[in-house]
Each structure stands twice: as C-alpha cells, then as structure tokens.
C-alpha cells in the first residue's frame, strides 16, 4: 500500500534536546504533512512541504523533503513536555487535501 | 481553519448494536471524511462524505457495516453496524477545504468506541 513507513516508531528524550523523526513513502506525491496527536484524540496540522521544496520552517519545526529517495524527516528542536504526543506523516497525491494516506506514527515522550 | 465537534466523544457499546456518530462543523466545507484508528495504529480513511450522493468507500469498508449520511455541507454521520469487538477503536471526522493553499485537512476531536 502507499502507506508509509515511519521510524523511530517510540522516541524518548530529555526536555531541551532535539527530537527528529523519519518518513518514507511509496510512490510520487504532490506535498507531505507533518500531523500531532495527542493522547488519542484529534490530529492536529503542523506544516506542510511540497513536492519541489526541499525544506521548511515553522517556529521549533523542520521539514525536509527528498523527492528521490521519498522521504522527509521532521525535527524538533529544544523539545518540551508539551510536544510528547504522537507524530503522523501523511502523503497527498492529488494537492487537494481529498486523499491523505498517514504513515504508521512515531510516539515521541519528552520527559523533564 | 475549521471547527469541527464529534458526538460522542466516547461510548462502551454490547456485540451485535449499532452506533451513530454525528461530526458538525461550523462552516461548508466541500469534503468530508471519516477516519478509523484502531488501537496503537495510524489512521486508516473509511470512506469520503459526498453531499447528496452516496459515500466513497475505500477497499476494505462497506456501506453495509459503515453506512454514511451526508445530508448537508456542514453535517455528517457513520454508523458502525453489528458491531463487534474488532471495531474498537477511535473514529475520526475531518474535512478538507480544498483549493490553492488549502491542502490540509481538520480534524474533530474523535469517538473512542470501545465494543464488549
């Protein structure tokens, strides 16, 4: 299936440290979305890169994105109890948000 | 953006019901979706809400087990039908605003449906 594959799947670190997550993909897409949930409920956006950029910034976030290998990676930088959560890629093929497909998820814990 | 609210937010339901979860968002939106996630897995979409026609289903889900109501541009329903405990899990309502810059998709809080 397009899914993708996230890794590390569970991610644990100590509040100021920098946490950076991996996604990879099956075949061409149109952009990548970085989503947060926090402890089972709704997904929330964070940033959104698309198929001819190659990096994004968003306050504490950065996207990359490498069209040829299909992967990106998410890293968040000086982490903080807050951002413990679970982090979802999800791929868009079409550019109109009408299909998503979300990786299997990477459970970040930020401990004090 | 939009707001989008789930009804409910939580129900232990008995083998063998049915269970109706309504999602309302606070503007039209063009697309609509309904999402699983089973326990400790990643989001997999059930099917796409169309306004005044019947549901997408993606493979996998029918419209038998998962019958869907979209009667306006801000309303929609899932029902999980016969149910067993295999459909524990959480269903999740979104929409998609479509357009330039708008390709992200909203989320509602979620029904945690556990079956006994």
């Known amino acids: 299936s397009q899914q993708g594959e996230e890794d590390p799947q569970a991610l644990s670190i100590q509040e100021g440290e920098n946490a950076t997550m991996n996604c990879s993909y099956k075949t061409s897409i149109n952009n990548l979305q970085w989503y947060r949930q926090n402890s089972g409920r709704g997904l929330v956006h964070l940033i959104l890169?698309?198929?001819?950029?190659r990096e994004k910034h968003s306050g504490r976030l950065r996207v990359t994105l490498d069209t040829s290998k299909k992967s990106s990676s998410l890293l968040i930088t000086a982490s903080r109890a807050a951002d413990t959560a679970s982090y979802f890629c999800a791929t868009d093929t079409t550019g109109t948000a009408s299909k998503l497909t979300f990786g299997t998820g990477t459970r970040l814990q930020v401990t004090l | 953006s939009a707001v989008i609210s789930q009804k409910p937010s939580r129900d232990i339901c008995q083998r063998g019901t049915s269970l109706t979860i309504q999602c309302q968002v606070d503007s039209q939106v063009t697309m609509m979706f309904w999402y699983r996630q089973q326990p400790g897995q990643s989001l997999t979409l059930i099917a796409t809400?169309?306004?005044?026609?019947?549901?997408?289903?993606e493979s996998g889900f029918v419209i038998d087990k998962f019958p869907i109501s979209r009667p306006n541009l801000t309303f929609s329903t899932l029902t999980v039908s016969n149910m067993s405990p295999e459909d524990s899990s959480i269903y999740l309502c979104s929409v998609g605003l479509g357009g330039q810059g708008k390709e992200t998709q909203y989320f509602g809080p979620g029904t945690r449906l556990l079956v006994l």
């Open positions: 890169i698309r198929s001819n950029e």
């Open positions: 809400a169309n306004q005044g026609s019947e549901a997408t289903y």
